[in-house]
């Protein structure tokens, strides 16, 4: 059976997200973005958090593009993603802020 490279793709996030369910708390979790990403990917992944968190906390896409010196496209994305009251990421920060995101275009 042929899968496609997006269903081969998925199957794998799922099993990803799966495990990292089953570790159960930070640390385990932490331990495991160390052992199966290189610190390249783990620091992409951080500063993609970085975007949201700080999208979230007001700042403005400018401030952040010269902070973390990365383009206004990768700010976006994250503004989208922010921007879509559906999203987990949405609503995480909507209950770490106190259901408040001080999203600033």
Do not use: H
């Not at 899968?3 to 708390?25: P, R, Y």
């Not at 993609?48 to 896409?61: A, D, P």
Request: proline residues 1%.
């Amino acid at each position: 059976m042929f899968l496609s490279i997006e269903t081969k793709i998925m199957k794998n996030i799922k099993e990803i997200a799966k495990l990292i369910i089953k570790t159960g708390n930070e640390k385990e979790t932490v331990k495991l973005f160390q052992e199966i990403f290189t610190p390249d990917e783990i620091s992409v992944i951080s500063k993609r958090w970085r975007i949201l968190s700080m999208l979230s906390e007001g700042k403005t896409q400018r401030e952040i593009a010269k902070k973390l010196n990365v383009s206004l496209c990768k700010i976006t994305r994250g503004s989208k993603i922010l921007k879509d009251k559906k999203s987990v990421v949405y609503r995480y920060f909507m209950k770490e802020n106190n259901d408040e995101i001080k999203y600033n275009s």
